[in-house]
Structures are given as structure tokens and as C-alpha cells.
């Protein structure tokens, strides 16, 4: 099971999810279609720098893996205090 998810995150199409995420994420931002605070983009965001994370690490980019961990990081926080103010 390791194994397949292993070489599915080295597959380069992860790569291309990752970056087509965060770059939907920016372009709808830009136009003011979405919010960089709300939930859509931040899981855009969190789950394309997830990705891009994984990868980084697997094939041992650790510049772009601090990167994304921080990208991923940052989502994932405003998640959870959007999430925190709604109750």
C-alpha cells in the first residue's frame, strides 16, 4: 500500500495537481471571485501545497519543501480559525 502511494506522489501528474490547485486558489482570488479567507480557497490552497509538499519531499527538494510545508501550514491555520469564529 506504501509502495503505491509512493510512486503515485512521485508520479509528475501530483506535481501538476498541486500547482493547478494553488494556482486556481490565486487566479480566483485575483478576480475577486473567492476570498483568501474563505474556506474554498484556503483548502485549494492547503491541498495543492499538501501535494506539492509530499512530492518536494519524496524527491528531496528541501527549499520547496519548507515552502509548501509553510503554504500548507498557513491554510490549514486559517481554516481552523475561520472554522473557530463560525461557533
Do not use: P, Q
Not at 506522489?9 to 494553488?22: F, S
Not at 471571485?33 to 501535494?51: D, F, P, R, V
Not at 481554516?79 to 469564529?85: G, Q
Request: overall charge negative; hydrophobic content about 60%.
Amino acid at each position: 500500500m506504501f509502495d503505491a502511494l509512493s510512486d503515485l506522489a512521485h508520479h509528475e501528474g501530483v506535481a501538476y495537481l498541486g500547482m493547478i490547485l494553488i494556482l486556481s486558489a490565486f487566479f480566483l482570488e485575483t478576480r475577486d471571485i473567492l476570498h483568501s479567507k474563505a474556506a474554498t480557497y484556503l483548502c485549494l490552497m492547503a491541498t495543492g501545497a499538501g501535494l506539492l509538499a509530499i512530492r518536494a519531499f519524496l524527491i528531496e527538494e528541501w527549499a520547496f519543501f519548507i515552502l509548501e510545508v509553510a503554504w500548507f501550514a498557513a491554510a490549514v491555520l486559517g481554516l481552523w480559525t475561520t472554522k473557530s469564529n463560525d461557533d
